[in-house]
């Protein structure tokens, strides 16, 4: 059974900083693996999505990678702005449609 | 509007009464989803709907009762709950039943008291 762990649960550090977010899975037979934010009050949004045949995938300043040997994803967000607050999740998905997903780790960008 | 919209925003029920959450999306897609957030867990998928058609029940108990009338629309309808339901419900579309890209609406807080 997949299982898709997060750490840490919650991160702040000073605006400008580079960071790194983690994602664990348990099953290297994944399709895809995908982040999502998501703002308080708000749903979800699509970030990255890293194909299985991918090693990493980028949009402006947000860098994914996936390693599905190691059954890890990192998320590097550089020069970090207080609107990159949030809480960052990372879903997997297997075979069918069914998306597994992390707890997600709350991002504070102080300012 | 855009997207998948979610009404109400927010809702307080007693254990008692019956209520619906409602879901539409504008993306024209043909998937749609019901997802429970409880704070610090993770996601749980509850229905998935493909052509207007259920084809996941994720051993949700029967107070849940979903419903889609055509591909834009989902409804969850709600009866008789417990505080333990008390969560963020999320509905999602994507273009189809696949690992395409789910998008979100804003979600429904949902109180039992």
């Known amino acids: 059974k997949q299982e898709v762990t997060q750490i840490p649960a919650a991160l702040s550090v000073p605006e400008g900083e580079n960071l790194v977010l983690n994602c664990s899975f348990t099953d290297s037979a994944i399709y895809n693996l995908q982040w999502f934010r998501q703002d308080p009050g708000k749903g979800l949004t699509s970030l990255l999505l890293i194909q299985s045949s991918q090693r990493e995938q980028t949009s402006g300043r947000l860098n994914a990678s996936l390693d599905k040997s190691s059954g890890r994803s990192t998320l590097y967000i550089a020069a970090s702005q207080p609107g990159d607050s949030a809480t960052y999740l990372c879903?997997?998905?297997?075979?069918?449609?069914?998306?597994?997903w992390g707890a997600g780790t709350k991002l504070i960008i102080k300012p | 509007e855009t997207g998948v919209t979610q009404t109400p925003r927010h809702l307080v029920m007693g254990m008692t009464n019956k209520k619906s959450l409602k879901c539409e999306q504008h993306?024209?897609?043909?998937?749609m989803y019901w997802y429970k957030q409880s704070a610090k867990k993770p996601l749980e998928l509850m229905f998935v709907y493909s052509l207007e058609e259920r084809v996941e029940n994720n051993s949700v108990p029967s107070r849940f009762s979903p419903e889609c009338p055509n591909s834009s629309h989902l409804f969850l309808h709600l009866h008789t709950l417990q505080p333990e339901d008390s969560a963020l419900y999320l509905c999602a579309s994507s273009q189809s039943l696949s690992t395409d890209t789910q998008y979100f609406g804003p979600g429904t807080r949902l109180t039992v008291l």
């Open positions: 879903a997997v998905s297997g075979s069918n449609y069914q998306l597994i």
């Open positions: 993306l024209g897609h043909n998937a």
